[in-house]
């Protein structure tokens, strides 16, 4: 006896089939390079010593250094923490929230002095085309004041909650001195924020700190690179 013929006649996949499965195989590749890449470059991410917030211990202060770099702590610190970072820099704006308080805590309780030298390579990737710089200028304004949990406070919001998205619009320098101000920036700071005078002066500084720098971020203790995907970078420095 002949076996019955079947009426169903298979159907090619469409096109559009074809794509989205091979969208969604991409989409799953992708997501497999990025868990590779987080696990073995280690970090978690996790906010270290949250709820400490900025630094606020009045003997803490600020000075801007002829190179433009900032310097952050109380004085005769023998350990430094040197941290290389453009403000538009979303892995900058990570390191900020994932260690920023830790660095607060050790700088009130006088274990670190903090050299911050903030470069602008991506100018190019803002809305304005000059946010890094202009931001470099609003931090050297905040830090000539003298003020140490002010600044702290300022950098604080200008890399964490009040960082814009690279490729994205940015803040003026009417924000950038609103932000001073909520930091508890005097009007003279602000001022200095708005007119833009300081634009030049952070264009060299960023530039100068830029020469022979791999990538951002980039931290360095005492002279020797640290490897921030370890979690416990600052608590081993300050053992």
């Not at 004085?75 to 900058?92: G, M, Q, R, S």
């Not at 994932?98 to 009130?108: K, S």
């Not at 004041?145 to 009040?162: C, E, N, Q, R």
């Not at 007119?195 to 951002?216: C, I, Q, V, W």
Request: contains cysteine; proline residues 5%.
């Amino acid at each position: 006896m002949s076996n019955p013929t079947s009426k169903h006649t298979p159907q090619p996949v469409s096109s559009k089939t074809t794509y989205a499965l091979a969208g969604v195989a991409l989409v799953v590749v992708a997501l497999i390079v990025v868990a590779l890449y987080m696990w073995n470059r280690g970090g978690s991410n996790q906010i270290r010593n949250d709820g400490y917030g900025p630094a606020h211990d009045p003997a803490v202060t600020v000075a801007l250094d002829s190179d433009g770099a900032i310097v952050l702590g109380k004085p005769n610190i023998a350990k430094t923490v040197e941290i290389f970072e453009d403000p538009l820099c979303p892995a900058c704006g990570q390191l900020e929230k994932t260690h920023g308080q830790e660095l607060a805590q050790a700088l009130d309780q006088g274990k670190i002095s903090v050299r911050y030298r903030l470069v602008n390579f991506l100018d190019r990737n803002s809305g304005s085309k000059d946010y890094s710089t202009r931001a470099v200028a609003a931090n050297e304004c905040v830090a000539q004041a003298g003020d140490g949990p002010i600044y702290s406070k300022f950098h604080s919001l200008l890399f964490t909650t009040d960082q814009p998205a690279e490729g994205g619009s940015d803040h003026n320098n009417q924000e950038l001195a609103s932000i001073a101000k909520q930091a508890g920036a005097g009007d003279d700071v602000a001022k200095c924020i708005t007119s833009g005078d300081r634009a030049d002066t952070a264009r060299g500084h960023a530039e100068t700190a830029l020469k022979g720098l791999p990538g951002t971020p980039a931290v360095f203790i005492d002279g020797k690179k640290v490897d921030t995907g370890n979690d416990n970078w600052l608590a081993d420095a300050i053992k």
